[in-house]
């Protein structure tokens, strides 16, 4: 089988893994590492039309890289790789040990099932590949956000409400949860709906018609 059929086969793979639920329970996907790498920083998921897969994807792979493959990762997004600069913000982002760096609540009410669901199961994967820190995962997911990364700008959101020391600048954060909202990131829209509820601002109404289409069904 040659390279590009085993990439192939294995975004056929990824794209049928939905709907997304990130849970305690579930398995990891073990994946062929090099391959997955090569998948996601060639695009191979298009994080603009399945933002869901590619977050599903990238948490996935996150969960199996070694010190090799992070400096793979490093230096790739070093070149401009979006791709690349996406997963590094996520990697600094993510706690050392469990209960750290938590944006959502389950005390927040939403309006559908699926993001009930998400968020009442959601969990951020430990690690131990590098120290967590904000500030560098921020200065990654600015630079994959400027691209329009649909994950890049969620975690930037989720990183800015993270601000310590000051208020978070709420407006900010808002303004990217809402781009990647719109194109249907389910963990955007949770945001949006939370930093929209303390700005008390009301949420756009295309957004809105995708939280209702999600909860009937049409």
């Known amino acids: 089988m040659t390279f590009q059929h085993k990439l192939i086969s294995l975004l056929t793979v990824v794209l049928a893994l939905a709907p997304l639920q990130l849970t305690a329970e579930e398995a990891v996907t073990t994946m062929n590492v090099p391959v997955a790498i090569e998948l996601f920083t060639s695009g191979g998921i298009d994080p603009d039309t399945h933002p869901n897969q590619y ?65 009442e199961n ?9 120290e967590r820190d904000p500030q560098k995962s921020e ?20 990183s800015i409400m993270q ?33 929209s509820a303390i700005l008390e601002e009301d949420v756009a109404p295309a957004i809105m018609k995708q939280i209702f289409s999600e909860m009937t069904g049409q």
């Open 55 to 119: 977050e599903k994807f990238a948490v996935d792979l996150v969960k199996q890289l070694e010190q090799g493959d992070l400096k793979e990762f490093a230096t790739q997004a070093e070149q401009g790789n979006v791709h690349a600069q996406t997963m590094m913000g996520l990697v600094y982002s993510l706690p050392n040990q469990e209960g750290e760096g938590r944006v959502l609540s389950n005390l927040v009410m939403v309006p559908s099932p699926k993001m009930k669901n998400y968020v």
């Open 122 to 130: 959601f969990q951020l994967p430990v690690t131990d590949l590098v």
């Open 139 to 158: 200065q990654y997911l600015q630079k994959a956000a400027a691209k329009q990364n649909t994950l890049a700008e969620t975690l930037l959101a989720e």
């Open 163 to 195: 601000t310590e020391g000051e208020r978070p600048d709420f407006e900010k954060s808002r303004e990217y949860f809402e781009r990647a909202a719109l194109k249907q990131h389910l963990r955007a829209q949770i945001g949006l709906l939370q930093v």
